[in-house]
């Protein structure tokens, strides 16, 4: 069975600094894909960032980073200058097979001015 | 522009009265699935699609049904709403079935049961 868990209910920022959003998984699966996205007040689900198991280097999308440390199972988001527009939810999900999704809890950033 | 429609985008029903969210993808993708999105628990699979006529069950599946008469659209029907189906839902369609594929979702559906 996959899981994913985040265990940050609520994170908080100031502008124009970094925050580290964590997100650990548990899987048996020997090739995995990890998955960052964004859910703003509107209600979309917004891809930002993908992490493949077998990849040597962290991805990197912009502000974006996902520090992926295998061994110890865990995919944190790092978002580097933070903006005003980046509050929102945000979700971490493995990949399983026929393109399902297995998402953590969640959390809400907040960035302050 | 490739994406994934749903409709409507809020709905408020009764209990008991037979209701359909739309999904339609252009993409050509083969698989598709509904997820809801409760608070705290993140989103959770409800049924998914690996082509056309083939369907199966994901995590959540009581009290839903789907189809898959054509390749580009997958509707979800609660036969029977009741209030513990208040959520919002998604649907999304991804290429191809493997474990690095990203999901395009759709716009959600905020349903209210009353």
């Known amino acids: 069975a996959q899981k994913i868990t985040q265990t940050q209910p609520g994170m908080f920022v100031q502008e124009k600094e970094a925050v580290t959003l964590d997100c650990t998984y548990d899987t048996s699966d020997p090739s995995y894909g990890l998955f960052w996205y964004k859910q703003p007040s509107s209600g979309e689900m917004i891809f930002l960032i993908y992490q493949g198991s077998y990849d040597q280097q962290n991805a990197t999308e912009g502000r974006y980073s996902l520090n992926f440390q295998k061994a110890r199972k865990s995919a944190n988001l790092v978002i580097s200058a933070s903006q005003l527009g980046d509050s929102a939810m945000y979700f971490c999900?493995?990949?399983?097979?026929?393109?399902?999704?297995?998402f953590g809890q969640g959390t809400i950033l907040t960035v302050h001015p | 522009e490739a994406q994934v429609t749903q409709n409507p985008r809020y709905l408020i029903t009764v209990t008991g009265k037979k209701l359909t969210v739309t999904c339609s993808q252009n993409?050509?993708?083969?698989?598709m699935s509904w997820y809801r999105q409760d608070p705290g628990l993140g989103l959770r699979q409800i049924y998914y699609?690996?082509?056309?006529?083939?369907?199966d069950k994901g995590d959540v599946p009581e009290g839903y049904k789907v189809s898959r008469k054509e390749k580009r659209n997958f509707p979800l029907i609660l036969e029977s709403p009741s209030p513990n189906q208040t959520s919002l839902y998604f649907c999304?369609?991804?290429?191809?079935?493997?474990?690095?594929?990203?999901?395009?979702f759709g716009q959600g559906t905020r349903l209210t049961v009353v």
């Open positions: 999304a369609s991804s290429l191809s079935k493997g474990q690095n594929t990203e999901a395009f």
């Open positions: 699609s690996m082509n056309v006529e083939v369907t």
């Open positions: 999900a493995l990949g399983g097979s026929y393109g399902k999704l297995t």
């Open positions: 993409m050509n993708h083969e698989y």
